[in-house]
């Protein structure tokens, strides 16, 4: 037994020991001085335990809502993930929402009206950053659904609303492209929200004296026709009269010449391709089946000249979620090849069309968005930071805006909520339908400015690039 022992201890020291050397000679690009870029941590085992326990911030922020609004029956309140109590109410609701997927909760169906007047009682307000089917809202959750009403295809957001007894809540969770509505009851003291509790938040944040906040719908903004302009505020727009000066941040682009090689790298190119060549404002790079471009002001493309052909990320009977996350961990790859700091993204956008998936990722700084907007002069438009395009478990398509982005020492305060909306509406007044769908205060980073001062965002129903006012 002691011999067999030794022999299989022989034997998997000479397969370590080959396999070190493999990726030491071929891999790493030794033989190459020019190519060189062997690290210890880039072994599989190094790497293993060096990030055990880590969890991305992309992949973080996947299970939290885009925004949590508390209305005590008085006065609606936001909470966003850079508030220190954002992540009390969100672990609470999460785990109210989950137990409604996995079929703890009695349901019934009802209308949109009756759905939005949720909102006007003591409630709390999820909505999640993504548009995603119940299945992938509960695996994000950290659950499995058991069954769904199937009136309800893809959540976007709820309403709990807690039950006079103290011991029930309800749910509503309407489907995001239909409007039809389900409402849920946990009769489970486990999931018990008093209304004292929403009061205190209130309270918190009325001694702060942020602000005030009203939906859409209930002023005679909500889904009406803004004067002769046909341009139409969707329901759910959050109005806010606060104009306290927020920080502005510095736009920087980490992707320097002497980065590219790793970048290459990263889309599992030689860092020194023999096909490539020089344009005015980018390099083009070539290889068998793919090709990369990277543009001086830090935009890089890649992509696959056939789907077969393309970056392996996962084996094609994977979950959608399974995909999304592998597609995180690439993101990660890539932005690790150009920068040392964390990629500080909020995935924003998922659209699956047969078997092909794109995952949108945009910048977020002290809990604001980063709209970017990049117009390359032979490419199309980018109007994320990330954009990721996969077919059968390969990437064929990936499109990042490299940007490293830090909080100024000086701030700037944005106009008013109604002077952006009356920006926004002459802005959309040629057209004869336009719906904004949210308005809200972010950075715009088109390239054209390093420093970015706050201002007013929207998004506007059928546009993918948000609109910023100048």
Same mark, same amino acid.
């Given at each position: 037994m002691k011999e067999r022992v030794k022999t299989f201890a022989i034997a998997a020291l000479l397969a370590s020991s080959f396999i070190l050397t493999y990726n030491l000679w071929f891999n790493s690009g030794i033989l190459d001085a020019s190519d060189a870029s062997f690290s210890l941590s880039d072994l599989p085992f190094v790497r293993y335990f060096s990030e055990r326990g880590k969890v991305s911030v992309?992949? &973080?922020?996947?299970?939290?809502?885009?925004?949590?609004?508390?209305?005590d029956g008085s006065l609606w309140v936001p909470y966003y993930n850079t508030d220190d109590a954002f992540y009390t109410l969100n672990e609470r609701t999460s785990e109210i929402i989950a137990a409604c997927l996995v079929g703890e909760a009695d349901s019934e169906s009802i209308d949109y009206e009756t759905w939005l007047a949720e909102l006007e009682k003591p409630s709390v307000y999820v909505e999640y950053p993504i548009t995603v089917t119940p299945e992938m809202l509960a695996m994000i959750l950290g659950t499995e659904v058991s069954k769904v009403p199937s009136e309800i295809d893809m959540i976007k957001d709820a309403i709990i609303t807690p039950g006079g007894d103290n011991e029930s809540v309800t749910v509503s969770i309407r489907d995001a492209e239909t409007d039809e509505a389900v409402r849920f009851t946990l009769d489970d003291e486990r999931y018990s929200f008093s209304e004292s509790v929403l009061a205190v938040y209130v309270d918190k944040y009325r001694r702060e004296g942020e602000g005030y906040y009203e939906f859409a719908f209930s002023t005679l903004l909500g889904d009406t026709s803004m004067g002769e302009s046909g341009v139409t505020v969707d329901d759910l727009v959050l109005f806010?009269?606060?104009?306290?000066?927020?920080?502005?941040?510095?736009?920087?682009?980490?992707?320097?010449?002497?980065?590219?090689?790793?970048?290459? $790298?990263?889309?599992?190119?030689?860092? $020194?391709?023999?096909r490539h060549r020089r344009e005015?404002? *980018? &390099?083009?790079?070539?290889?068998? *089946?793919?090709?990369?471009?990277?543009?001086? @002001?830090?935009?890089?493309?890649?992509s696959a000249v056939v789907p077969e052909k393309g970056i392996y990320l996962t084996d094609e009977e994977k979950s959608e979620y399974e995909v999304l996350n592998s597609a995180i961990d690439f993101a990660e790859r890539v932005w690790s090849s150009v920068s040392d700091e964390t990629l500080n993204v909020l995935v924003t956008g998922i659209e699956i069309d047969g078997d092909t998936s794109c995952y949108t990722f945009d910048y977020y700084v002290g809990g604001r968005e980063v709209a970017v907007a990049v117009y390359p002069e032979d490419g199309e438009a980018l109007y994320h930071a990330i954009e990721i395009i996969v077919q059968d478990g390969r990437i064929i398509s990936y499109r990042q805006y490299m940007r490293l982005y830090e909080k100024a020492s000086s701030s700037s305060s944005k106009d008013n909520f109604v002077t952006a909306l009356d920006y926004f509406v002459l802005q959309l007044s040629d057209e004869s339908e336009?719906?904004?769908?949210?308005?809200?205060?972010?950075? *715009? @980073? @088109?390239?054209?400015? $390093?420093?970015? $001062?706050?201002?007013?965002?929207?998004?506007?129903?059928?546009? &993918? &690039?948000?609109?910023?006012?100048n």
């Open positions: 992309p992949k &973080e922020n996947l299970s939290y809502p885009r925004k949590i609004v508390i209305n806010s009269d606060s104009d306290a000066a927020e920080s502005n941040i510095i736009a920087t682009n980490p992707l320097t010449r002497d980065k590219y090689g790793d970048l290459l $790298q990263s889309f599992s190119f030689a860092s $020194q391709p023999l005015e404002n *980018y &390099e083009n790079y070539v290889e068998n *089946y793919a090709t990369v471009t990277i543009y001086d @002001d830090g935009l890089a493309e890649y336009a719906k904004i769908t949210d308005l809200y205060p972010g950075h *715009y @980073d @088109d390239g054209k400015r $390093q420093v970015l $001062q706050i201002t007013w965002l929207a998004k506007v129903e059928s546009r &993918e &690039e948000r609109l910023a006012m």
